[in-house]
């Protein structure tokens, strides 16, 4: 091995978000990571739903706004078309007490 080109390698402690405290060898130090073996999905076959800084909560108020516009939007759809049905059946409503 070549003298000065690899890393130090130190003891090492990883704390996960969860509490959970692992002790390894690596090159940092210290780690924090926000999820481990002891609480990720796949390890643990618990669905858990984790929200990173509110993302899931901004996605839904994003696209709240827009099904909101896209139900008011077929509300009026189907008011014009219930408009123009009743015009349609006035209209021949009249004719026939004309006849």
């Given at each position: 091995?070549k003298d000065k080109i690899?890393?130090?390698?130190?003891?090492?402690?990883?704390?996960?978000?969860?509490?959970?405290?692992?002790?390894?060898?690596?090159?940092?130090?210290?780690?924090?990571?926000?999820?481990?073996?002891?609480?990720?999905?796949?390890?643990?076959?618990?669905?858990?739903?984790?929200?990173?800084?509110?993302?899931?909560?901004?996605?839904?108020?994003?696209?709240?706004?827009?099904?909101?516009?896209?139900?008011?939007?077929?509300?009026?759809?189907?008011?014009?078309?219930?408009?123009?049905?009743?015009?349609?059946?006035?209209?021949?409503?009249?004719?026939?007490?004309?006849?």
């Open positions: 091995m690899h890393p130090k390698y130190f003891e090492t402690t990883i704390t996960c978000a969860c509490g959970n405290v692992i002790n390894t060898r690596s090159t940092v130090k210290n780690i924090r990571v926000e999820i481990c073996s002891a609480c990720h999905p796949f390890f643990t076959g618990k669905q858990k739903l984790i929200d990173t800084a509110g993302r899931v909560e901004r996605f839904r108020r994003k696209y709240k706004s827009l099904e909101e516009k896209k139900e008011n939007k077929e509300a009026q759809s189907v008011e014009k078309q219930d408009s123009a049905l009743r015009q349609a059946k006035g209209g021949e409503q009249d004719r026939t007490a004309e006849k």
